[in-house]
């Protein structure tokens, strides 16, 4: 009798992830909120994990070029600067998904079409201007990122093609973001699939060289990954105005229509803020690694991050869940449904980055061997991804938090704990321990876990307030 009722749970349990990999569509306002979590956080999962393997596949390839510990530095450094590009399409796609999911909760799909389409005006105009300012100054970025004279020569044309292609990066968030708004996340996730298998083909061959194709080395890189991320654009692109989901897009919603642009920049701006804050405070830590522990102390650095990004992008894609199912309820007018949807979906992040933890700790020195075969690029590699886990799980906290508050329209929220935790805690904290009491990259590393946890928990008390329960948008 019991094996019958295991057998009949692990049936349902694998209809269930089956069902979310699929895309089935389901009413997010009703029904079992844990069917909910998981129809959205299993995809919502398997994109970020997509998204991280761009990274880790560069990584992975330059690794093992003749000047590895250069090359790697040079995707980490570029991956931090890239990290404002990528703050700019998070809060584009946040202010995105919050107006679609609103818009869907209401049951007033054209509405949500046309907020999606306003979303995809702005960010084009946004993202001609970095893309054209990245290029020119590609040199000049390296430099000011603490990479040596050698070091920035050698990746200029690196950056220059990172730079030059962010428009896929702007495009590939944004969108997944509209289908995230719509409850459609197994769209979003079939794109990133699309992207990374272009990159993991694509990467030896320009790196490398393939026939007529010669070997671009580490530009090599950065021109598959632009390829594959616009693949992955033309394949969201299709399906986006194929017209047979619930977002469907016409004419009349390419009109500029400054109402909903200005609730869009509205929302994003202060979503965009929240993460340049901590883009700034990253890129600022890099540079104090870089500083103080040289190149190789700055390319150890660099790949831990690339491993914690790889493992951390999940728990933000299951937290992402928040964001929708907040949005549909609260347009559903159902604030109860959304709160219990955002502990639920915080309760699954805790258990998985729990795991996280326990592996990476264990597990570093063998992650970390895959990526280089430089002595002491490892070792600084190790230490840091080991210090860096003990906040895992109040990443995990902080996470769904932050999503819950975006999913709201709540932006300001999130930019405000995110000013005081990266700018007021984890800069100074980083500071001070790595140049006054000269601990060097280790300060570095400790300020990390340490300013994450303080933020985890002060996003938690303001959550349980329930203020943004009351947002319009």
Request: proline share 3%; with cysteine; hydrophobic share 55%.
């Amino acid at each position: 009798m019991s094996e019958t009722i295991v057998a009949s749970k692990s049936g349902s349990w694998f209809r269930l992830i089956r069902q979310a990999i699929r895309g089935e569509e389901m009413d997010y306002t009703t029904g079992s909120i844990r069917r909910a979590v998981i129809m959205l956080a299993i995809p919502m999962m398997l994109e970020m994990v997509m998204e991280s393997v761009f990274a880790v596949v560069d990584l992975y390839f330059v690794g093992h070029l003749e000047n590895s510990s250069q090359a790697v530095q040079v995707v980490g450094l570029t991956e931090s600067v890239l990290t404002i590009i990528y703050s700019l399409a998070i809060g584009m796609s946040m202010a995105a998904t919050a107006l679609v999911a609103r818009r869907v909760g209401e049951k007033n799909y054209d509405e949500a079409a046309h907020a999606g389409v306003q979303a995809l005006i702005v960010a084009l105009a946004i993202t001609l201007v970095m893309s054209v300012t990245g290029f020119i100054f590609a040199k000049n970025i390296l430099l000011l990122m603490g990479a040596s004279e050698a070091t920035a020569s050698a990746g200029t044309n690196f950056v220059r093609t990172m730079m030059g292609g962010s428009i896929v990066i702007m495009l590939l968030f944004l969108i997944n973001g509209i289908f995230r708004g719509a409850g459609n996340a197994a769209m979003a996730m079939k794109s990133l699939w699309v992207g990374n298998i272009c990159n993991i083909i694509l990467c030896p061959i320009f790196i490398y060289g393939l026939g007529p194709i010669p070997a671009f080395g580490l530009t090599g890189a950065a021109i598959a990954t632009t390829i594959g991320r616009g693949i992955g654009v033309i394949y969201q692109v299709y399906h986006l105005f194929k017209g047979n989901s619930t977002i469907q897009i016409h004419l009349h919603n390419w009109f500029i229509d400054l109402p909903v642009i200005r609730s869009i920049i509205k929302i994003a701006t202060p979503a965009i803020l929240q993460f340049i804050i901590g883009s700034c405070s990253w890129i600022f830590l890099a540079n104090l690694v870089a500083t103080t522990g040289g190149d190789h102390g700055s390319a150890g650095y660099q790949t831990a991050l690339r491993l914690m990004m790889f493992f951390i992008l999940p728990a933000w894609g299951m937290s992402n869940a928040a964001a929708t199912l907040v949005g549909q309820n609260l347009g559903a007018e159902n604030p109860n449904r959304a709160s219990l949807s955002v502990m639920k979906t915080m309760k699954y992040n805790v258990i998985f980055m729990a795991f996280i933890t326990l592996f990476t700790f264990t597990m570093g020195e063998w992650l970390v061997g895959f990526f280089t075969n430089d002595v002491q690029v490892k070792e600084i590699a190790v230490t840091a991804i080991r210090i860096i886990s003990l906040g895992y799980i109040f990443y995990g906290v902080g996470m769904v938090m932050m999503n819950a508050f975006n999913g709201a329209g709540d932006t300001w929220t999130p930019t405000w704990i995110n000013l005081i935790g990266f700018w007021m805690l984890q800069i100074p904290l980083g500071y001070l321990l790595a140049k006054v009491f000269e601990l060097g990259p280790l300060g570095v590393f400790i300020a990390v876990p340490v300013s994450e946890t303080c933020m985890s928990i002060a996003s938690f008390i303001i959550f349980r307030r329930g203020k943004w329960k009351l947002k319009k948008v």
